[in-house]
């Protein structure tokens, strides 16, 4: 049974910065693509930032220049590095494993909320 746990969320002042983990187990951590998304009151949820098995990531334009995912195998954990936070960044952050194998297999975190508020 994969599981996906987060942590590292909390409340934060505009300006501030946070990193979230997520660990990886019940599988191997190279397999899966991994992914950070987000879910803010009332809207649907967006991705943020990727880091795919073959070493390429990307952040979406709202987050760019302020967020960084990165993997670190050796721990089965994916990071999200966020500086510069702005209240508009404030929304439960999801982790997401998508297997290489069989695309559509994925799995979820259970979220982790951040506040971003003076």
């Known amino acids: 049974q994969v599981q996906l746990v987060e942590s590292g969320g909390g409340l934060v002042q505009p300006g501030g910065s946070l990193r979230l983990s997520c660990v990886v187990s019940?599988?191997?951590?190279?397999?899966?693509?991994m992914a950070w998304y987000r879910q803010a009151p009332g809207n649907e949820r967006e991705l943020v930032a990727s880091?795919?098995?073959?070493?390429?990531?990307d952040e979406s334009d709202s987050v760019k220049g302020r967020f960084a995912i990165f993997r670190d195998h050796a721990k089965s954990t994916v990071y999200l590095e966020m500086n510069n936070l702005k209240p508009e960044d404030t929304a439960v952050y999801f982790c997401?494993?998508?297997?290489?194998?069989?695309?559509?297999?994925?799995?979820w975190g259970q979220g982790t909320q951040v506040t971003v508020s003076s």
């Open positions: 997401n494993a998508q297997s290489v194998i069989t695309p559509s297999t994925t799995y």
């Open positions: 019940g599988s191997i951590f190279s397999l899966y693509h």
């Open positions: 880091a795919r098995v073959g070493g390429a990531t």
